[in-house]
């Protein structure tokens, strides 16, 4: 399993613990260690430990997968600035429940999809973007 960790602590960051623990339910794939978030937080995340800022990222020696669950575009570009390691990946995260069809269906990386999506055809996600509902 790969060691991941997420980026952001707020409530979509704990939406994304939730879409792991389900990918992970139906195919065991990630070791979730906790949260990074530049707002400090004294005490566990939804059962995850707080592991420091965004820029602690850069100390890791292993490597390590990322989801980062922010939104806000502008926040999002900052925080990826900040990110310099080479052992830092970013998966893409699909919900088990997620359709995707097979004709000309292009994903980039750093993706998060959630449960109920439905990628039909000639569709192509760069980096970063979240399908979620409303």
Do not use: W
């Not at 980062?68 to 600035?81: G, H, S």
């Amino acid at each position: 399993m790969k060691d991941i960790a997420i980026i952001g602590a707020g409530g979509f960051g704990r939406e994304v613990k939730m879409l792991i623990d389900q990918i992970n339910a139906v195919v065991p794939t990630y070791r979730l260690i906790g949260f990074f978030d530049d707002k400090f937080y004294d005490k566990p995340i939804n059962g995850l430990p707080y592991l420091g800022s965004v820029s602690d990222i850069n100390n890791t020696e292993n490597e390590l997968a990322i989801a980062l669950a922010i939104a806000d575009p502008a926040t999002k570009k900052k925080v990826l600035e900040k990110i310099i390691s080479k052992l830092v990946s970013f998966p893409n995260l699909v919900h088990p429940t997620v359709v995707i069809g097979t004709d000309s269906v292009n994903l980039g990386r750093g993706n998060i999809i959630c449960a109920a999506t439905i990628l039909t055809v000639n569709i192509s996600l760069h980096n970063f973007i979240i399908l979620n509902l409303a």
